[in-house]
Each structure stands twice: as C-alpha cells, then as structure tokens.
C-alpha cells in the first residue's frame, strides 16, 4: 500500500467516524472526501476484508466495523484510558459549576466528545453528544486545542478544516481565528456563539507527559449562566482538574500506573503510606 493510500485509507475512517452508528453513502464518502467513486470503493473493500469497515445490508451504508472498536481496546489498555483517568475530575467540573462538562480529544484535525457529565442547574446545555466529532476550532475544547498548536500546525488544521466550516455558520474561519487569538493571550478558551447562539463554553487543554495537548476539557452553559464576572472561578476550577488529570497521565506514562483509576490511586496510597513510614 502506497503512502498515499494509507492517508486516503484513515481519512475515510475519520470521515466514517463522524457517521456513527447510521453510517454513508458511497456518494457521500466520495463527496466528502474528494477522492473518485472507484478510488473509493477500492479502498472501503480492502477494509471490510480487513473488518474496520462494514456495510449495512438494508441501507447499503458503510460505517466503521467491530475490528475497529477491537483496536481501540487494545490501545487503551496498553497505555491508558483517558475516559476513566478524567471521570472523576470531570464529575467534580459538573458538581463544583453546576454546569455540563465536557470531555474532549484531539483526533487529527477533529475532536472528539468522549465524556459528558451534566450539573446541577436545571437548563442544561448539551451542545455535543458523547463520539461526536467536530472540527478543530469549533467549541471551546475546538478553541482550546488549536489554541495549543504551533502557528505553522494550526495554520495547517484550518486549512484542512475550510471546507467542513460549512456546517457551522457562526463559526468561519475569521471568528475562529479570533478566538484562537483570544485564548493565546488569556490560557483558557471562550466560545460565545460559535457553537450554539445563546451558549458558551469555556474549556483549558489537557498535555500527555511530553506537554503535547491532546485533549481539553470544559463547561458549557447558556449566557445567563457564564457572564464574565463568573469566567474566572470557571477557569480556576477547569484547571485545578486539568491538573489532576495531566498528573494521572503522567503516572500511567511513566509505568507507576496503568492507565486504571484504581491502580492509579493504589500507587498514589502506597506512596502516602512510604511518606508517613519516613
């Protein structure tokens, strides 16, 4: 397989993975991935033999296959299962604002929602359901990510996510661009409108180890909730728990821990416990 059908190969996954359990068109993936019809199908079929891909007898729809799922598995549980690390944090965002808090992870030029807890203020603001995946830019989690990025890379991510702004009428290039700017400047992201009219979201980046950002997490809420005497405790509280969280990947990276909440808290005990030995 040539390189460039190995990229052209992962775009149409990453396309397939924003469709969910309902799947695409064959017209769809050609549409939205630019590539020609025959292009296409070759590659969806040396996928489906592989099991990454499968086709819904009814709807003819392609979607992602179980070989898929498989995979990701695997690679959470050799390295570390960010869900798991960050649920607890993510529940205390939700408890401490009352607000909905979101969990997101960078994939590729995307994010994806891979945890959503709601608080307890009774107007809640669910912009985005858990797997769903936006382009970079969109949300404050979007914001924040790109926000991380190198000039050159984030210049790169907008050029690739143009086309797919489209979908998104309050979010062009020119809006992203200045929350972006915005976020350089203030360490945290704010996303008025960009998303939603009515609501806004705040949210900090999350980094592995090596200081990479690879995830963000934040609040979302409608405008009465978030004016900007509030934006300062939120800020405060996301990244108190983004601290914790980048702690536990640090733990897990480094072999102490697994990735596991509970072996990660039985490492942090029997370190408390050498302490209080001494």
Same mark, same amino acid.
């Given at each position: 397989?040539? !390189?460039? #059908?190995?990229?052209?190969?992962?775009?149409?996954?990453?396309?397939?993975?924003?469709?969910?359990? %309902?799947?695409?068109?064959?017209?769809?993936?050609?549409?939205? @991935?630019?590539? !020609?019809?025959?292009?296409?199908?070759?590659?969806? $079929? !040396?996928?489906? +033999?592989?099991?990454?891909? %499968?086709?819904?007898?009814?709807?003819?729809?392609?979607?992602?296959? +179980?070989?898929?799922?498989?995979?990701?598995?695997?690679?959470?549980?050799?390295?570390?299962?960010?869900? %798991?690390?960050?649920? %607890?944090?993510?529940?205390?965002?939700?408890?401490?604002?009352?607000?909905?808090?979101?969990?997101?992870?960078? @994939?590729?030029?995307? #994010?994806?929602?891979?945890?959503? *807890?709601?608080?307890?203020?009774?107007?809640?603001?669910? !912009?985005?359901?858990?797997?769903?995946?936006?382009?970079?830019?969109?949300?404050? #989690?979007?914001?924040?990510?790109?926000?991380?990025?190198?000039?050159?890379?984030?210049?790169?991510?907008?050029?690739?996510?143009?086309? @797919?702004?489209?979908?998104?009428?309050?979010?062009?290039?020119? +809006?992203?661009?200045?929350?972006?700017?915005?976020?350089?400047?203030? $360490?945290?992201?704010?996303?008025?409108?960009?998303?939603?009219?009515?609501?806004?979201?705040?949210?900090?980046?999350?980094?592995?180890?090596?200081?990479?950002?690879?995830?963000?997490?934040?609040?979302?809420?409608?405008?009465?909730?978030?004016?900007?005497?509030?934006?300062?405790?939120?800020?405060?509280?996301?990244?108190?728990?983004?601290?914790?969280?980048? *702690?536990?990947?640090?733990?897990?990276?480094?072999?102490?821990? #697994?990735?596991?909440?509970?072996?990660?808290?039985?490492?942090?005990?029997?370190?408390?416990?050498?302490?209080?030995?001494?």
């Amino acid at each position: 397989m040539s !390189t460039q #059908t190995l990229e052209r190969a992962i775009g149409l996954i990453r396309i397939l993975a924003a469709g969910g359990a %309902e799947g695409y068109r064959l017209v769809d993936l050609q549409q939205t @991935s630019g590539l !020609t019809k025959p292009t296409v199908h070759r590659i969806l $079929g !040396t996928l489906k +033999q592989q099991g990454m891909v %499968e086709q819904v007898e009814d709807s003819r729809r392609y979607r992602l296959g +179980q070989e898929m799922a498989v995979l990701g598995w695997s690679a959470n549980r050799t390295v570390y299962d960010l869900k %798991e690390l960050a649920a %607890e944090d993510l529940g205390a965002v939700a408890a401490k604002t009352g607000d909905t808090a979101f969990l997101s992870i960078r @994939s590729g030029t995307e #994010t994806v929602c891979i945890d959503r *807890q709601a608080g307890a203020y009774p107007v809640k603001a669910f !912009t985005v359901e858990v797997g769903t995946r936006r382009p970079l830019g969109i949300g404050a #989690t979007g914001v924040a990510l790109l926000a991380a990025l190198s000039p050159d890379e984030a210049e790169t991510v907008l050029d690739a996510v143009k086309g @797919s702004l489209a979908r998104f009428p309050d979010a062009g290039l020119r +809006q992203i661009r200045e929350a972006m700017q915005r976020a350089q400047q203030a $360490g945290y992201a704010l996303s008025d409108g960009l998303m939603l009219k009515g609501v806004r979201g705040i949210a900090v980046v999350i980094r592995d180890g090596a200081g990479r950002p690879i995830a963000g997490i934040g609040t979302a809420a409608i405008n009465d909730r978030l004016p900007p005497s509030r934006i300062s405790e939120i800020v405060r509280i996301l990244r108190i728990h983004a601290n914790h969280v980048e *702690q536990r990947i640090a733990t897990a990276e480094s072999g102490t821990g #697994t990735g596991s909440v509970r072996r990660f808290r039985a490492a942090e005990g029997k370190q408390t416990a050498h302490k209080r030995s001494k």
